[in-house]
């Protein structure tokens, strides 16, 4: 596609329950991050894909978080037992030249209750 | 424990003046520097970045400064126009180490008819 698509746009969710955030990238683009931005606060690195592999998950915040990307295009933010502090802007990003081609989507706001 | 610091979260301008938003970093590794700007509901988009290697950079009215001794950029807006109220977000990377980009909190930018 033309840009990069989030899908959904929204989501509200019961504390504790499942939730999962898909990033569909631009077409081409190898290497896909996931930030995080909480309100009043700049977007935080989560996790970089570079293909199908995680190059880096160091940002993820606990184990309750995880994300694949398993045909090195689409990738599923999954976060188990969620928590009100899991509300957020959860964004996504993909590139071909690594930080100087970062295309964002428009993000999923999730709001656990 | 910041890496990267926006000291003003707000900043009023009168349109056609010179907009100014300041940055600081703290970590010596940053070799590279972005300014990304974000409208309500939609992704950060890229705006300008500079390398290290420069001190100045400059594309259309936006002028990017970066001061390596004191740690610190500045983003100039000549003259600031009505869509460039925003949120305006400084990031910093270590190029070709992670593709990892740090960002500010943010400093929102009104600009006054």
């Known amino acids: 596609g033309a840009g990069v698509s989030q899908t959904p746009s929204n989501k509200v969710t019961e504390k504790g329950k499942y939730v999962e955030l898909r990033c569909d990238p631009i077409?081409?683009?190898?290497?896909l991050y996931w930030y995080r931005q909480s309100l009043g606060q700049g977007p935080e690195f989560l996790i970089y894909?570079?293909?199908?592999?995680?190059?880096?998950d160091s940002g993820l915040p606990n184990d309750r978080f995880f994300a694949v990307r398993p045909e090195g295009s689409v990738s599923t933010l999954k976060i188990q037992r969620t928590e009100r502090g899991d509300s957020a802007v959860y964004l996504c990003?993909?590139?071909?030249?690594?930080?100087?081609?970062?295309?964002f989507g428009s993000g999923t706001r999730l709001t656990v209750v | 424990d910041q890496q990267v610091k926006q000291n003003s979260p707000s900043l009023s301008v009168q349109e056609g003046r010179i907009s100014i938003l300041n940055c600081d970093y703290t970590?010596?590794?940053?070799?590279?520097f972005l300014w990304y700007k974000k409208y309500p509901a939609e992704g950060p988009t890229f705006l300008i970045s500079?390398?290290?290697?420069?001190d100045k950079n400059e594309d259309g009215r936006f002028t990017v400064f970066l001061n390596k001794s004191a740690k610190h950029l500045s983003l100039h807006i000549v003259p600031s126009q009505p869509g460039d109220s925003a949120v305006y977000f400084c990031?910093?990377?270590?190029?070709?180490?992670?593709?990892?980009?740090?960002f500010g909190k943010g400093t929102r930018l009104h600009i006054l008819p």
């Open positions: 990031a910093a990377s270590v190029l070709n180490r992670d593709d990892k980009i740090i």
């Open positions: 894909f570079q293909g199908t592999g995680a190059a880096d």
């Open positions: 970590n010596s590794m940053f070799d590279y």
């Open positions: 077409s081409g683009h190898t290497a």
């Open positions: 990003a993909s590139s071909l030249t690594g930080v100087r081609g970062y295309t």
């Open positions: 500079i390398s290290s290697i420069k």
